[in-house]
């Protein structure tokens, strides 16, 4: 499966940014609401993180705490890609953002249980 990340930039405290990620290349009898996906970041010298995650078939979703209400996770599995909207921006939310897939289909957060790994896309935010 590949990934391809998408929609990263350099925007002011309190902007928005909407992050997709399109996979392909999927394994002969799976397709991509088998996968479910996550949204991961990583600072510089910080180890990578868990942002968001979104079941197969979009009917679950998980945050960790610092995003939740400002950030919103959503699939289109009829187009292959899953989003990451980006609201209230602030300073702390500057990464490199990577998506993920994981073949349980179910929503996970630990980094070992995705599979697949896209190339990443950096977000900064200014003060």
């Known amino acids: 499966v590949q990934l391809q990340a998408s929609g990263g930039g350099l925007v002011q405290a309190g902007g928005s940014l909407r992050l997709s990620c399109a996979a392909s290349g999927f394994p002969s009898g799976f397709s991509f609401s088998s996968y479910s996906m996550g949204w991961f970041r990583q600072a510089p010298g910080k180890e990578r993180e868990f942002v968001a995650t979104?079941?197969?078939?979009?009917?679950?979703?998980l945050y960790t705490n610092s995003v939740k209400g400002r950030f919103t996770i959503s699939r289109d599995n009829a187009k292959n890609t899953v989003y990451l909207q980006m609201n209230s921006l602030n300073p702390e939310d500057t990464a490199v953002y990577y998506c993920?897939?994981?073949?349980?289909?179910?929503?996970?957060?630990?980094?070992?249980?995705?599979?697949?790994w896209g190339q990443g896309t950096q977000v900064t935010v200014s003060s």
């Open positions: 993920a897939a994981a073949g349980v289909g179910v929503v996970v957060t630990t980094t070992r249980a995705y599979d697949y």
């Open positions: 979104i079941s197969g078939t979009g009917g679950s979703t």
